[in-house]
Each structure stands twice: as C-alpha cells, then as structure tokens.
C-alpha cells in the first residue's frame, strides 16, 4: 500500500500564487488611496481622544470617538463591497 499525499502540491501552489497576488494588488490599492496616511491620522485622532477624556473634555472626546467610529462602519461598508 502507497501513503496518500495529504495536500496536492500543483493546488498548494496555485492557492500560494493567487494570494500572494491578491496581496500585492491591494498593497497597490492602499498605497494609492493613501490608507496609510489615513492610520496615522486615526491614531492620532484615538490618543487626541484620550488626552480629551483624561483632562475632562469629555464632549470633545465623545465627538473624536463618534468620528471614529464612523471612519470604522465606513471601512466595514467598503469592504463588503469588495
């Protein structure tokens, strides 16, 4: 009796290619809607936040929470879209 493969290699590697392409698309994508740009500002949006409520300006951290919040449902929307 022979051993079964567990994996076919042909399949392995097409998955490996396809999403390694997949990958190399959307880093495309980001780096030209300069998504990386827009990390920093929401980090920098979440620790303006923080700072707020820390010193208590609570309205003003509710008001930067509520923006992020809807920049988080926006992204969620655009990737269903995808």
Known sequence: MSATKLFKTASIENELATAMAERLQANRV??????ERLASAVDHLQVAAEIFDDTGFHTEA?????????????????????
């Not at 980001?30 to 998504?35: A, G, L, M, T, Y």
């Not at 509710?62 to 269903?80: G, N």
């Open 62 to 82: 509710e008001a930067l929470t509520r923006i992020l919040e809807a920049l988080a449902e926006r992204s969620q929307l655009d990737k269903k879209k995808v």
């Open 30 to 35: 980001e780096k030209k809607h300069s998504f």
